[in-house]
């Protein structure tokens, strides 16, 4: 009688969670180690309140027919029974200097209004539109590792894909701050310097909005938990087991091969293969024993740089935002009362305001969010030395920005039902991410040029999912990483990869 291979898997992340659904389908016997209480990584949400207070989604690429997402997100079971709303805009920009901006997905009706605002820019504004266009004709095939991809795949792509690929690549070695200089308008300049991280790659913004354009990436009602929700149930309803309160602290090896995971409290769990899928820093520099990772390796961890830390404010408010349109990414605005979180002085902030997802808040309410740009340092060293001070911090951000949101929305400071902040420290303690990284590695040029592996040469049967082998993270990165990790394993077991959609 034989026995399933044994597959240890540590994160019950989006990546963890993807790799273990998979590997059900494929008959291995499976176990998540997950250090905190409760599935999710950073793709989290929290009660507040009466309110769900959505950590991450703000939309989900492959949410429709088109791409193969599509296909592995009703593989992995978040398709069926979720309902989700397609935004008509990206990104909303009010008062830069006196000038409302308008992000629309929908690229023909952005030429025009940005031509609007700058006429003496159509070149520029006629550049940009292009590669939106060029990159979302792009049919990349995503259902397959690359690894496993031979020369002729290879040449099939290029054929079918050259002018996208062209793009991209052209766009992967020009940063969004670099492609702004081209603008004469300094409206233009800065909503594009603004858009999120200007160091990052253009093609990384290029391809967020191609994906919008094509409708196919719409934002699942019911936010990060109901998604994390269904896959834990698609997870468990195969078979999978998943430990909670579980950390993993060593990845035992012999004879250049893992032996299994080893936890907190000295047990170890024998496993035939393991899958980090968790702080790629963890568990290459103090999970696994020295003398695996390569100096090239190594090289990429000291020079990338990782996404930087967020402070993420939430809030309840008592009434409703039928005047406000809805956007993707948000309405950002300046603020009347600059603030500084951490080390970092904000004069605008982009603020999530949820009118079009009533089933994060009670009735006649409406969740509000904003994600802001800090430093992990100074939050660290501040909660070392005072903790009531880093609280009282913590408090004066959530009153200034709730003075802010008075000050755009008038009578909101009167309407809060709560206020809260998440900090680095937070993200840090929740996920375990380095430097309290909510999304790996920045896509800046360099990082779209290197190329992250996700085993090593010296040790086998390990492999590692997630946003540490994908930069610019995001969902489905860390989704098609953990089916990646499980199609490789299949083939060095000889056996088929399967998938089926329940």
Known sequence: MTFPKRIAIVGAGIAGLSAGIYARMNGFDVTIFEMGHKAGGVCASWERDGYAVNGSIHWLVGSAPGTDLYDMWR????????????????????????????????PAKLRL???????????????????????????????????????????????????????MGKYSRISVNAFADKFKSSVLRQVFQRFWSGEMAMTFFL????????????????????????????????????????RVVR????????????????????????????????????????????????????????????AYFSAGVARTFDEVAPSIVGLNVPLVEPVMV??????????????????????????????????????????????????????????????????????????????????PLTYHNWTGNYRGSYEGWLPTPEAMQTRLPSHLQRLKNFYMAGHWVTPGGGMPPAAYSGRDAIQLICRAERRHFDTEVP
């Open 75 to 106: 593989q992995l079971g978040v398709i069926e029974g979720n309902a989700f709303y397609n935004h008509s805009r990206f990104i909303e920009y009010r008062d830069v200097d006196g000038v409302d901006v308008h992000f629309y997905v929908n």
């Open 113 to 167: 209004h940005l031509l609007t605002i700058s006429p003496d820019d159509g070149e520029a504004i006629d550049e940009f539109i292009h590669a939106i266009e060029t990159i979302a004709e792009n049919h990349i095939p995503l259902d397959t590792a690359f690894e496993l991809l031979n020369p002729w795949d290879w040449t099939k792509i290029l054929a079918r894909n050259f002018s996208s690929l062209m793009a």
């Open 207 to 246: 391809m967020q909005l191609a994906y919008a354009s094509k409708g196919t990436a719409g934002y699942p009602l019911g936010g990060s938990g109901k998604f994390i929700a269904k896959l834990e149930e698609r997870y468990r309803a195969l078979g999978g087991k998943l430990l909670f309160g579980q």
């Open 251 to 310: 990845i035992p090896t012999a004879e250049e091969r893992v032996l299994g995971v080893e936890t907190e409290d000295g047990r170890q769990h024998a496993a035939d293969y393991v899958i980090a899928a968790c702080d790629g820093h963890t568990a290459l520099f103090h999970m696994l024993p020295e003398g695996y990772v390569d100096d090239r390796l190594r090289q990429a961890y000291q020079s990338l740089r990782p996404f930087p830390a967020l």
């Open 342 to 423: 951490g080390a970092r002085r904000h004069d605008r902030a982009t603020f999530q305001i949820y009118n079009f997802d009533p089933t994060l808040a009670p009735a006649g309410k409406t969740l509000i969010t904003a994600m802001l740009e800090t430093d992990f340092e100074s939050w660290h060293e501040l909660y070392d030395q005072d903790p009531a001070a880093y609280r009282e911090a913590r408090e004066r951000i959530c009153r200034s920005l709730a003075r802010n949101l008075d000050a755009c929305f008038p009578g909101v400071g009167k309407a809060l039902d709560f206020t809260d902040l998440a900090t």
